[in-house]
């Protein structure tokens, strides 16, 4: 092809034809540009396609990871509820009301209820991964971006809440507990306590007379009261990222 249009340019010029051998290589030149910009614009449209195949994954991956924080989110949700009934059944029975109670479901209320903390185990592997790397610049969609970047402090003032309980558990109710209960018998229910048995005759009516004890299973029922408006909270957070990578990822397929 250099060959043809040199032959060209050498008759042109043999034959004094230099008007048109200008025109020629005016249009040789442009001909030229024209194939620069042709080579750029493919270059960037598969620059372009390589970031849009990146995004896509990382969007992908994400969807994956919060929706898996959902479902777990939601096995927190109906626990502390849970939770909630427990210490709720405790109460109907605390103070001068009448023990309604059987030994064993006291014993039950007590474990599952008092003792009971819980906590959202959230998978933050690839969001982290993202943030670290600098890949969450390659997310062009500004809501998601914000929503990852904010995503720890979020998860933090929900932590939080989570750490007041589990402390007040260790530091107020099992100390009591230990003093006043059969912790022998409570854990009864455990798969990994079935072989050992009390030695001990415990009267629960005694200890459901305590100020103290029913100040602790309302203490219990409150926190995870409150850890359930903090999960509903993040849950609908949640479900409104999970919107935004659906709409991302249909976009870029």
């Known amino acids: 092809m250099i060959k043809f249009f040199r032959k060209i340019r050498q008759n042109l010029l043999l034959e004094n034809k230099t008007g048109k051998y200008l025109k020629y290589a005016i249009g040789e030149i442009l001909l030229v540009v024209i194939g620069i910009l042709l080579a750029l614009q493919v270059n960037t449209w598969n620059e372009n396609s390589k970031i849009n195949k990146q995004e896509l994954q990382l969007l992908e991956s994400l969807q994956y990871e919060f929706t898996s924080n959902k479902n777990e989110l939601d096995r927190s949700l109906k626990k502390s509820q849970l939770i909630q009934k427990r210490c709720e059944a405790i109460l109907e029975n605390t103070g001068n009301r009448e023990m309604k109670l059987s030994k064993i479901e006291s014993d039950s209320l007590i474990n599952w209820g008092l003792t009971n903390i819980v906590t959202y185990d959230v998978s933050n592997g690839i969001i982290s991964d993202i943030i670290s790397s600098g890949k969450i ?23 939080e809440d989570e750490t007041w309980a589990v402390n007040e558990r260790n530091n107020v109710i099992y ?72 709409q991302e990822i249909n976009l870029k397929k």
């Open 175 to 246: 100390p009591f507990l230990y003093k006043h209960s059969n912790y022998t018998s409570t854990t009864q229910s455990n798969s990994q306590n079935t072989e050992i048995t009390s030695g001990f005759d415990t009267d629960y009516k005694a200890v459901y007379k305590f100020l103290e004890f029913e100040n602790l299973a309302n203490s219990q029922r409150i926190w995870n009261r409150k850890n359930e408006r903090n999960y509903k909270n993040l849950k609908s957070r949640i479900e409104e990222i999970i919107i935004l990578f659906e």
């Open 137 to 159: 610049q390659i997310i062009r969609n500004e809501r998601i971006k914000n929503f990852l970047s904010n995503w720890n402090g979020i998860l933090n003032d929900v932590k």
